[in-house]
């Protein structure tokens, strides 16, 4: 897996997304999760992602939130 900025990732790309959520005051109430799957949709305020189940699901994580991500 490759690093890569955030400008870099392309629809139809395979990726996994490193982000935090519930980014509230204090050490415990931060999240962290990872997401890998195909772009759907990239948009200034957020990446569309489908889930790897096959299904036309998606979720959307927010630019903001994503600390890394990786190119597969």
Known sequence: MKP????KV??????QFNAVADG?????????YNI??????VNAEF???FKNNGSRQSYKIYNNTI????SI
């Open 36 to 41: 890998v799957g195909r772009v759907k949709e």
């Open 24 to 32: 509230g005051a204090g050490s415990g109430s931060q999240v962290f």
């Open 67 to 70: 600390t890394k991500i990786y």
């Open 47 to 49: 990446i569309r992602v």
């Open 10 to 15: 392309k629809v139809n790309e395979v990726y």
């Open 4 to 7: 890569i900025k955030l400008s």
